[in-house]
């Protein structure tokens, strides 16, 4: 059944009624915000930042080109995004959390990127852009908390520029049945604990790894992304199927 005709959504293991999802996943944000960055090189040993170098070069920017990063949180991707355009360019970072979106704001200023980015509180389902205004548009990690992703799918290719390109980056499903038994063990044991220790909050650590796996796999958001209107989409698995990238293109 297609997201938006659910009267429920998933708020990891659990259903919930549909229009509660988006203030949980609010409320998840705003308690770990402060040690987000911590936490993730915590979590994946660094190794974040590697994939999110993978999908940054993928982008094909050059300068003076206007890219849009969904749900960009504490700024990784936006940051790579506002070099790869230059000062002639625009980069908007967009996050439907507040708090997050300071933390973003705050950490590019500090990197001195000031004159080429700008910042906006805005739902991926109904993103409050013109039509064909980016070359390019990114979210990582963060199409698993959205509602509707079939809705946030479309949103952003509406967005797109003719020519543009769409990338999503987001944990995915292990190609591998030894190591998603690890990867299981770590996530449901290790994760709850460090984030009880480190930002003083299991239970929201414990969403975010039951909403990994109630992800689409990487074939079903391939088909996704096609039903959105994409086209020449593929992904790239990364550590094994841990993390995708996956692309496609507004013709």
């Not at 009624?17 to 660094?46: C, I, T």
């Not at 239970?203 to 996704?224: F, G, K, N, V, W």
Request: net charge positive; glycine share 10%.
């Amino acid at each position: 059944m297609d997201e938006q005709r659910r009267d429920t959504a998933d708020f990891g293991f659990r259903e919930i009624p549909r229009a509660e999802k988006a203030r949980r996943v609010r409320g998840v944000f705003d308690s770990v915000a402060d040690r987000y960055d911590l936490m993730n090189d915590l979590m994946s040993g660094g190794a974040h930042r590697l994939w999110k170098q993978f999908a940054l070069r993928l982008t094909g920017l050059v300068r003076g080109a206007q890219a849009l990063d969904v749900a960009g949180g504490t700024g990784d991707l936006a940051s790579g995004l506002a070099r790869q355009v230059g000062h002639e360019g625009l980069v908007v970072l967009a996050d439907i959390n507040g708090r997050m979106l300071r933390h973003g704001r705050d950490r590019l200023i500090d990197e001195g990127l000031t004159s080429n980015v700008q910042y906006v509180q805005a739902d991926a389902e109904r993103l409050p852009f013109a039509e064909h205004s980016f070359h390019c548009v990114t979210i990582g990690f963060g199409l698993r908390n959205v509602t509707d992703k079939n809705a946030a799918l479309r949103s952003m290719f509406r967005v797109l520029r003719p020519g543009g390109q769409l990338l999503v980056l987001e944990f995915s499903k292990p190609v591998l049945p030894a190591l998603s038994r690890l990867y299981d063990l770590y996530s449901f044991s290790v994760l709850p604990r460090l984030g009880s220790i480190v930002a003083g909050d299991a239970d929201s650590y414990r969403y975010l790894a039951e909403s990994i796996r109630r992800h689409p796999d990487q074939p079903t958001l391939l088909r996704m992304l096609q039903q959105a209107g994409f086209e020449d989409c593929r992904y790239h698995n990364l550590m094994g199927g841990i993390v995708a990238v996956h692309r496609g293109y507004r013709y």
